[in-house]
């Protein structure tokens, strides 16, 4: 697996059309969530809109990654909160490998936090 310690990770909340690559992925962060991947201090996680696709979207001094994660059965956790779609949930490395692994985790979502 990839060192991403040094990363915010994030979660999109609006479900995303997975033909897109790495260049309009990063583009969607940056317009939608204000996230510059090229800062390379961000992960971002997107997920299909059917659920069972999702992309990583992260870059370090040498370049961009762009990883596929589609799970062999099920679906990933839609999350709702109270927060506009297009924002970010910000979680920490073991909750987003959780999720990437098809297992609920729970939002809580306050006005004034954007994180879990």
Same mark, same amino acid.
């Given at each position: 697996m990839f060192d991403l +310690?040094?990363?915010?990770? %994030? !979660?999109?909340f609006c479900?995303? @059309?997975m033909r897109?690559?790495?260049n309009s992925l990063s583009l969607l962060a940056q317009h939608f969530v204000g996230v510059d991947i090229g800062q390379c +201090? @961000?992960? =971002?996680?997107? =997920?299909?809109k059917s659920y069972t696709t999702a992309k990583m979207l992260w870059a370090d $001094?040498? /370049?961009g990654f762009l990883v596929t994660r589609k799970l062999k %059965? /099920?679906?990933f956790q839609k999350l709702l909160g109270q927060? @506009? $779609?297009g924002q970010l949930m910000e979680v920490s490395s073991k909750?987003? !490998?959780k999720y990437l692994d098809g297992e609920s985790i729970v939002s809580k979502q306050t006005k004034n936090s954007q994180g879990i």
């Open positions: +310690k040094n990363y915010r990770l %994030s !979660l999109v479900p995303t @059309d897109q690559g790495y +201090k @961000d992960c =971002v996680v997107f =997920v299909s $001094a040498n /370049g %059965s /099920g679906r927060i @506009d $779609a909750t987003l !490998l």
